[in-house]
């Protein structure tokens, strides 16, 4: 696939997820937010159409926005208020270049499962590694079941897997969701 076709790609995808609420996911993390957490930096890993990161600068986060398709980048700059400019940052780069600052918040909505397996654990360990004593970490991941499971570029996990990943972590929520229904790709 060219990056003009994954660009076309994205911004159909996009279009069809126009104006969504949050995801479950991210409205579960900013939900279980206390007093305690100040909004400091949250990065958006896969911004994708940019719903999640709005919705950070909205409630007074920084926000480094991250994906690897420009359309997505553009998306979310041209989407930003003018007053929430200054403290949105976008990095345009693939997981494997992304470059990750210690942060009090990383959210990865639907993001992970699109990393090369043989890229997964260089990029588990810059997240690991920017997450600030006291951060929060949000992610989907995708199971060994899933329908996309034979797809030799992306990456899946068992239960087991993950609970490993995330051994030395203090778990506030895990959920695990098995059903039969199309992704905003095949709908």
Same mark, same amino acid.
């Given at each position: ?10 911004? #159909? ?8 609420? %949050? ?13 305690? &957490? ?16 709005? #919705?950070?600068?909205?409630? /007074?986060?920084?926000?480094? #926005?991250? &994906? ?17 400019? +200054? ?14 600052? %210690? ?13 090369? %397996? /043989? +890229? ?11 997450? =600030? ?5 949000? /992610? ?11 797809? %030799? ?9 993950? =609970? ?15 059903? +039969? ?7």
């Amino acid at each position: 696939m060219t990056e003009h076709q994954d660009d076309t790609l994205w911004q #159909a995808y996009y279009a069809k997820v126009a104006n969504r609420e %949050p995801r479950a996911l991210f409205q579960r993390l900013m939900g279980a937010l206390t007093p305690g &957490d100040t909004p400091g930096l949250a990065i958006d890993l896969g911004c994708g159409d940019g719903t999640e990161t709005l #919705a950070l600068l909205a409630a /007074g986060w920084r926000v480094l #926005a991250l &994906d690897g398709a420009p359309a997505a980048i553009a998306r979310v700059r041209d989407s930003a208020r003018p007053a929430d400019a +200054d403290r949105l940052q976008t990095q345009q780069a693939t997981f494997t270049d992304a470059v990750l600052p %210690p942060a009090n918040l990383i959210y990865a909505g639907l993001s992970l499962p699109f990393c090369a %397996p /043989g +890229d997964f654990p260089r990029l588990w360990s810059k997240v690991r590694d920017a997450l =600030r004593p006291g951060a929060r970490f949000a /992610g989907h991941f995708f199971g060994v079941r899933d329908s996309w499971a034979e797809r %030799p570029e992306m990456t899946f996990h068992t239960a087991d897997e993950l =609970r490993a990943l995330f051994s030395s972590l203090n778990i506030e929520f895990w959920q695990e969701t098995e059903e +039969d229904r199309p992704s905003a790709f095949e709908a």
